[in-house]
T-cell receptor, first 112, second 114 residues
């Protein structure tokens, strides 16, 4: 069964304290890995797409990387406005159809 | 501004009533999706549609129905057959093709059934 596991479930950082979120996956036929940000009570906002191992994408204080089994979302010098739940999703091709599997998310809190 | 709108933001219904959630997009996207989000769980796909007048069941379609009569609109009906309808419902869209991971989400509708 395809699985996407995000860790930790929750992370508290002080402003400026860099860290990483993890997304590990066990899927066959990987088509892409996606990161989203979700604020409380709102819909997810697309951040990054990664297609192959070794690929990296950056946006402001966020950098996403991909290996054959996991992806990391690195947050450098975070600010309180980076507080949100970060979702990882994996797109795989199985049995003749595409499937998108979401992880449960990591809730990030950045304290001033 | 292009985007996806969902209405209403909050919806309250009594058990046994059907309820329809609205989703409209002006992004000119061909594909549209409905997800359900429950605390402590990942997003789960209810239905998706890749073109007008066609849609497919997702992982948890039982107790739900959809229609896709226009490219811009993909309403979801939560029927009385859905055993646990209270949840946060999200509509999304993406460009043409198979299920795409780069999806654009609406603000969501929180449905409470008592």
């Amino acid at each position: 069964e395809d699985q996407v596991t995000q860790s930790p479930e929750a992370l508290r950082l002080q402003e400026g304290e860099s860290s990483s979120l993890n997304c590990s996956y066990t899927v066959s036929g990987l088509r892409g890995l996606f990161w989203y940000r979700q604020d409380p009570g709102k819909g997810p906002e697309f951040l990054f797409t990664l297609y192959s191992a070794g690929e990296e994408k950056e946006k402001e204080r966020l950098k996403a990387t991909l290996t054959k089994k996991e992806s990391f979302l690195h947050i450098t010098a975070p600010k309180p406005e980076d507080s949100a739940t970060y979702l990882c999703a994996v797109q795989a091709y199985q049995g003749g159809s595409e499937k998108l599997v979401f992880g449960k998310g990591t809730k990030l809190t950045v304290n001033p | 501004d292009g985007g996806i709108t969902q209405s209403p933001k909050y919806l309250f219904r009594k058990e046994g009533q059907n309820v329809t959630l609205s989703c409209e997009q002006n992004l000119n996207h061909d594909a549209m999706y409905w997800y359900r989000q429950d605390p402590g769980q990942g997003l789960r796909l209810i239905y998706y549609s890749q073109i007008v007048n066609d849609f497919q069941k997702g992982d948890i379609a039982e107790g739900y129905s959809v229609s896709r009569e226009k490219k811009e609109s993909f309403p979801l009906t939560v029927t009385s057959a859905q055993k646990n309808p209270t949840a946060f419902y999200l509509c999304a869209s993406s460009r043409a093709g198979t299920i795409k991971g780069e999806q654009y989400f609406g603000p969501g509708t929180r449905l409470t059934v008592t």
